[in-house]
């Protein structure tokens, strides 16, 4: 099945195409590569193991490849190999995925994610994503990091692009030239991204007005105050007939209640004679928002209510002998549970006892006014109404999702979560490894998707523990991975041995058949 997805997007013919190897060879760089997205693909695994999976697994029959040329040090050299020519390769197999599968690239979602690296780098290769400290997703700041931005489709969440960038590097700072590109992998075709707070600067802003680019965002308090956000009205804002998908299941009285509610706002830039950006501002409320806001800032005020006690009690022992050292905790106090904003704690020193003293409250208009903007968002875009109205930009937003989905694959299921690589060089390439197994993983959930609904269904009966499941590229892949393979002797062709009626109803959505070998 993956080596089915890889000729479609001309995996091996494009990287060979980059990276010629001599006539002797006894392999292609782009033969390696494909292999090593199947084993993303079924079984990740550190590159010295790969050999010892290829063994188990149909890679002669399914690649072509014999399992035991596919040592770490060959493998290392197809990942030097491809580090110069990656941007060339993202671009040619995301037009690949876009011709082959039919893929709308009209709205992109644009989001960025770190990679914790195990090792030093001390001497990275320039020319190339270094890996640095920074702040890492996975709370490791002890760890050096790698960051990857990626854009998925709306049509079926498909990861179409894909870049490096230092550990350090401002996401902010990356998002002009994430539009070029998806300009380019969109071509004449008006492209609309939609991102988080991070893609909202007077720079990013003026470069996609005038690219004639699309955009929406969420604004951060930076653009639209908390003050503003206090300021509104619920009732002077209307609600939309918009169901999150968490709340698809549930009962009209318990779905969360979006309302919303449209005016502009204008940005000016640094500079006295730069322009200034006029932008619509769509400010929206969500009731599930706004509870899951009052929910967490009770807990946290119960929980910092209770250390403070704990404090009262200490007062005077040998862990708070003095003024100082309960001023000290009650900083951290503010700091560890993000109550710092409302917390007034008065210290002294008792003249007759010598013992300190400790007067603390809750400020209630600090919690007012921070109560008086939950569930309020704001969101900008210089889409024209008559492009999307009000209703039409918040469905667009809602949609940023699925990156979080495809990140949540990225370092699940094709184990990312940490790198640990003779170099920087091979990082780079290996990202892109990954990023082509996350593009087949979200096609094969795609396609079977789109198999069903053309039969008038949504789910496959017996996907998921027996019983009917939308399905998932994990699903598939895990009903799949039991299939066995007889290879074919003399004129006996190969054959699979009693598939069950899962698999075969699979591979039947996803028109493969998987005696048609290399």
């Known amino acids: 099945m993956v080596a089915g997805f890889c000729s479609r997007l001309r995996i091996r013919e494009l990287v060979d195409a980059a990276c010629p190897v001599r006539d002797t060879a006894e392999l292609t760089h782009g033969q390696v590569i494909e292999v090593l997205v199947a084993n993303r693909l079924t079984s990740p695994a550190p590159l010295v193991h790969v050999q010892a999976w290829a063994r188990q697994w149909a890679v002669g029959e399914a690649f072509g490849v014999e399992p035991e040329l596919l040592n770490d040090d060959r493998i290392g050299r197809a ?55 920074g702040h890492p997703k996975d709370r490791r700041p002890d760890l050096k990091q790698i960051q990857s931005g990626i854009a998925v489709s709306s049509d079926g969440a498909i990861p179409v692009f894909h870049r490096a960038y230092d550990g350090a590097a401002g996401e902010v700072a990356q998002v ?65 007939d918009y169901i999150a998908a968490r709340d698809a299941g549930k009962s009209a009285d318990r779905r969360g209640v979006w309302h919303v509610r449209e005016d502009t706002m204008t940005l000016a830039g640094p500079r006295k004679n730069d322009p200034v950006l006029r932008l619509r501002r769509i400010f929206v409320h969500s009731s599930a928002r706004a509870q899951a806001a009052a929910s967490a800032r009770a807990k946290k005020l119960a929980r910092a209510g209770e250390d403070l006690v704990r404090l009262e009690r200490g007062l005077g022992s040998r862990h708070y002998p003095d003024e100082q050292a309960v001023t000290d905790r009650i900083t951290a106090i503010g700091r560890a549970r993000r109550v710092s904003a409302y917390l007034t704690a008065e210290t002294g020193t008792d003249r007759l006892t010598g013992k300190p003293t400790l007067a603390w409250h809750f400020d209630a208009h600090a919690l007012d006014a921070e109560a008086a903007t939950d569930g309020w968002y704001a969101l900008l875009t210089n889409l024209d109404p008559r492009q999307a109205d009000t209703e039409q930009v918040l469905r667009h937003y809602k949609g940023q999702e699925a990156v979080e989905r495809r990140y949540q694959a990225f370092k699940g299921p094709l ?33 079977v998707r789109l198999a069903l609904a053309a039969r008038g269904a949504t789910k496959v009966d017996g996907l998921y523990a027996g019983r009917p499941a939308v399905p998932t590229g994990k699903l598939v892949l895990d ?39 290399r």
């Open 79 to 133: 990942l030097d190999a491809i580090a110069p020519h990656l941007d060339q390769l993202v671009g040619s197999v995301g037009l690949a995925a876009i011709e082959a599968f039919g893929i709308d690239v009209t709205r992109l979602h644009w989001d960025m994610t770190s990679i914790s690296l195990h090792g030093d780098y001390d001497d990275a290769e320039s020319g190339f994503a270094r890996p640095r400290f």
């Open 176 to 240: 002009i030239g994430a539009m070029q590109a998806l300009q380019r992998l969109a071509g004449p075709q008006q492209v609309l991204m939609v991102g988080d707070s991070k893609l909202i600067s007077y720079a990013n802003l003026a470069a996609m007005i005038a690219d004639e680019v699309g955009f929406i965002a969420p604004a951060s308090k930076m653009f639209v105050s908390a003050q503003t956000l206090a300021g509104l009205d619920l009732a002077t804002a209307r609600p939309v």
């Open 415 to 447: 184990a990312v979560t940490n790198l640990y690589l003779k170099n920087n060089r091979r990082i780079n390439a290996l990202i892109t490894v990954i990023c082509l197994a996350l593009l087949i993983f979200c096609l094969i959930e795609r396609q």
């Open 479 to 517: 009903a799949l991975t039991g299939i066995r393979l007889i290879p074919g002797i003399g004129q006996s062709p190969p054959t699979i041995p009693q598939p069950t009626d899962l698999q075969l109803h699979l591979l039947d959505l996803l028109d493969i058949d998987p005696r048609d070998l």
